[in-house]
């Protein structure tokens, strides 16, 4: 079976601008997660999805970053504006809600 | 409340070497104790879980032990080997929500030749 699906896998920008991250789950997991991995840290929830409903999303920074699941499969996080400490790695995982979660490999966004 | 603590944040072993890595936590409400590996450039996956009605978890070369009075787990990896150096986190969670994971800071391991 196809894993969760991420891109980009890198992405440079510069502070005070805007980007997008995508994910495609694994067909069937009504779960998705987004995480937020610093370099040398483990990586932190940031929010998480049951279907297209948002059931925990008190980590987000609201101010600056938002996520949607449209028609409960895949999954777009944005940062606006984006500040020089949110470079790091974003995770998405998703989870048929018995089992494990799995994750993709990640976008590495670094911020100048 | 909801931290877990990992260490070591470093480990250098020989091949065949029996690293260990510790984690504690505080919030008995925690019910699902995996752990992940990383390797450079790539997502965590999962390696092996625990339930805390059990004390032990062996699965392969990699086992858990599990000390729920003292709230405290640890990995073992038996005759280690090169391709095991990686970064390994520990996470605890809930059995009714896995994903929902609060991350142990990671514990780089190298396995020397």
């Known amino acids: 079976e196809a894993g969760v699906a991420q891109s980009p896998r890198y992405k440079i920008i510069e502070k005070r601008q805007s980007v997008a991250f995508w994910c495609n789950p694994i067909?069937?997991?009504?779960?998705l997660y987004w995480y937020q991995q610093i370099l040398g840290q483990g990586p932190k929830l940031l929010i998480q999805f049951q279907n297209n409903g948002v059931v925990d999303d008190s980590q987000l920074p609201k101010d600056r970053f938002s996520a949607e699941r449209l028609k409960g499969v895949d999954s777009t996080l944005k940062i606006q504006p984006a500040k020089l400490e949110d470079s790091a790695v974003y995770l998405c995982?998703?989870?048929?809600?018995?089992?494990?979660?799995?994750f993709g490999q990640g976008t590495r966004l670094t911020v100048v | 409340q909801q931290q877990v603590k990992q260490s070591p944040q470093s480990l250098i072993v020989q091949k065949g070497g029996i690293p260990i890595i510790n984690c504690a936590y505080e919030n008995t409400a925690f019910d699902y104790f995996p752990w992940y590996q990383q390797f450079p450039g790539k997502g965590p996956a999962l390696l092996i879980a625990i339930r805390p009605d059990v004390s032990e978890k062996k699965e392969g070369r990699f086992t858990i032990s599990f000390n729920k009075s003292a709230k405290q787990f640890s990995l073992h990896i038996m005759d280690s080997q090169p391709g095991d150096s990686a970064t390994y986190f520990c996470?605890?969670?809930?059995?009714?929500?896995?994903?929902?994971?609060?991350f142990g800071q990671g514990t780089t391991l190298q396995v020397k030749p």
């Open positions: 067909s069937g997991h009504a779960t």
């Open positions: 995982a998703s989870s048929d809600g018995r089992g494990a979660a799995f």
């Open positions: 996470a605890a969670s809930w059995a009714s929500n896995t994903g929902k994971l609060i």
